[in-house]
């Protein structure tokens, strides 16, 4: 039985929330604050994606998680014997609140109601070298209410990755992508694993948890989907117009297949703009992979975003 939908949405503490709001609104979010909270979706239904305070220190809060039914919910409480509480955000629902090996919080909720979906950013079919599909027309793209889709994943630096791996895998059922291995005085010594949602034969993103093998824990980053190239592009173009940072990309890496684009949030929280990534159910891995594949793209920049 799937444990988890997928990966829900992330939590930050920031240092000026009217500043991080712009940034969002920048970013392709749809926001709003109610207060005292920023809350920001994209065009799928959840009400909210990623949700910031303001304090004086900022700081990465949480991540959450949408189970797959109440059932599961209670199957996930139950294994570290914490309570299922009432969930007081926009949607409601049922929220557990559990803490893993590093010390990040981790919640997972249910029955939270959906909100109208959003316009999503589409465009008029494509040409390319083999196939014509846009036949007497020109390109035309429909306006829409937000450019980003949904969260995609989170990467976290951990303590070890065994030991962190081993509590998701038995709370949250993720499956191992693909793991980072390297050659160390003849021992096999493990960097990091790219993880996804275990949904059976549905195929889920290639990775929902990037798990980086650190010796100390941090937030690297979190990946919202947008719709296609040209929305990526469009947003590079419209945060460097408004004088964000940029941090890496645009390029398309090896493992997962997806065009990223990095940007630093006014706190220096990396967030990043993906597109077309590869999708596995469970008949998929788990495999091996080298640092190369890790650092390297079938094209752009190659290495760590954020280096």
Same mark, same amino acid.
């Given at each position: 039985?799937?444990?988890?939908?997928? @990966? !829900?949405? #992330?939590?930050?503490?920031?240092?000026?929330?009217?500043?991080? %709001? $712009?940034? *969002?609104?920048?970013?392709?979010?749809?926001?709003?604050?109610?207060?005292?909270?920023?809350?920001?979706?994209?065009?799928?239904?959840?009400?909210?994606?990623?949700?910031?305070?303001?304090?004086?220190?900022?700081?990465?809060?949480?991540?959450?998680?949408?189970?797959?039914?109440?059932?599961?919910?209670?199957?996930?409480?139950?294994?570290?014997?914490?309570?299922?509480?009432?969930?007081?955000?926009?949607?409601?629902?049922?929220?557990?609140?559990?803490?893993?090996?590093?010390?990040?919080?981790?919640?997972?909720?249910?029955?939270?109601?959906?909100?109208?979906?959003?316009?999503?950013?589409?465009?008029?079919?494509?040409?390319?070298?083999?196939?014509?599909?846009?036949?007497?027309?020109?390109?035309?793209?429909?306006?829409?209410?937000?450019?980003?889709?949904?969260?995609?994943?989170? @990467? !976290?630096? #951990?303590?070890?990755?065994?030991?962190?791996?081993?509590?998701? %895998? $038995?709370? *949250?059922?993720?499956?191992?992508?693909?793991?980072?291995?390297?050659?160390?005085?003849?021992?096999?010594?493990?960097?990091?694993?790219?993880?996804?949602?275990?949904?059976?034969?549905?195929?889920?993103?290639?990775?929902?948890?990037?798990?980086?093998?650190?010796?100390?824990?941090?937030?690297?980053?979190?990946?919202?989907?947008?719709?296609?190239?040209?929305?990526?592009?469009?947003?590079?173009?419209?945060?460097?117009?408004?004088?964000?940072?940029?941090?890496?990309?645009?390029?398309?890496?090896?493992?997962?297949?997806?065009?990223?684009?990095?940007?630093?949030?006014?706190?220096?929280?990396?967030?990043?703009?993906?597109?077309?990534?590869?999708?596995?159910?469970?008949?998929?891995?788990?495999?091996?992979?080298?640092?190369?594949?890790?650092?390297?793209?079938?094209?752009?920049?190659?290495?760590?975003?954020?280096?």
């Amino acid at each position: 039985m799937a444990i988890i939908k997928d @990966v !829900l949405y #992330v939590r930050f503490r920031v240092t000026d929330l009217q500043a991080q %709001q $712009r940034f *969002l609104d920048d970013f392709g979010f749809q926001t709003s604050i109610d207060d005292g909270l920023l809350l920001a979706r994209g065009t799928d239904g959840s009400p909210y994606i990623y949700l910031a305070e303001e304090s004086s220190e900022p700081a990465f809060v949480s991540v959450g998680f949408a189970a797959e039914s109440e059932a599961a919910l209670k199957e996930v409480a139950a294994i570290d014997s914490v309570p299922i509480e009432s969930n007081t955000l926009p949607g409601g629902g049922l929220i557990a609140r559990l803490t893993d090996p590093n010390g990040f919080a981790v919640e997972v909720v249910a029955n939270i109601a959906d909100r109208p979906l959003l316009t999503e950013a589409v465009r008029s079919d494509f040409n390319d070298g083999v196939e014509k599909h846009r036949l007497g027309e020109r390109v035309a793209f429909a306006a829409p209410e937000c450019l980003i889709k949904r969260l995609g994943h989170v @990467v !976290l630096m #951990v303590n070890d990755f065994s030991e962190t791996f081993e509590w998701y %895998q $038995r709370r *949250l059922g993720l499956l191992i992508s693909d793991e980072i291995v390297m050659d160390k005085d003849g021992q096999e010594q493990t960097l990091g694993a790219f993880t996804r949602c275990n949904r059976g034969e549905e195929y889920v993103d290639h990775h929902t948890m990037f798990f980086i093998n650190a010796g100390h824990s941090d937030f690297n980053h979190a990946a919202f989907e947008v719709g296609n190239w040209d929305v990526l592009m469009q947003s590079h173009y419209a945060l460097k117009k408004a004088g964000h940072q940029h941090s890496f990309g645009v390029g398309k890496h090896i493992l997962g297949s997806q065009t990223f684009d990095y940007w630093k949030d006014p706190n220096g929280f990396m967030l990043e703009h993906f597109t077309d990534g590869d999708l596995f159910n469970e008949s998929f891995g788990p495999h091996k992979r080298s640092p190369a594949d890790l650092l390297g793209t079938h094209w752009g920049p190659e290495g760590m975003p954020g280096q």
